[in-house]
């Protein structure tokens, strides 16, 4: 069997209901009114890696939670480390403050 014959179950398809609200139609964070999702991939050159030469595979998603000034329009949020291996950026301030104020964005640690 390979991995287009056989599809793992989604959660909800096993019975597993997450939260109280229901899934948007694409069950998804763009299914939020007003969040913005952007992404950008890079992929630069061919053959092995020569560290300061390339090639080139990296990439970045950033989230705006609403359209409006972040910064002056602040929204609620959290933090949940699980295994503390990534390098989180204005967890100190997110945990003190308990805002988020600039958009969020998201990376490989090791792909920057």
């Known amino acids: 069997m390979d991995s287009e014959t056989v599809r793992r179950p989604r959660a909800r398809e096993v019975g597993l209901v997450l939260g109280e609200l229901p899934p948007g139609p694409w069950n998804a964070i763009t299914d939020v009114p007003d969040v913005r ?9 061919e053959g092995r ?12 998603t950033v989230i705006l939670p609403h359209g409006d000034n972040l910064f002056r329009q602040k929204v ?37």
Do not use: C, M, Y
């Not at 890696?49 to 970045?60: A, D, E, F, N, W």
């Open 37 to 45: 999702v952007g992404h950008v991939t890079l992929v630069e050159g």
């Open 49 to 60: 890696l020569v560290p300061g030469r390339g090639p080139i595979r990296t990439g970045v």
């Open 76 to 112: 609620p949020g959290a933090l949940f480390v699980l295994n503390g291996f990534g390098k989180p950026t204005g967890v100190a301030q997110l945990d003190e403050l308990g805002v988020i104020e600039t958009p969020i964005a998201l990376t490989s640690t090791l792909s920057v």
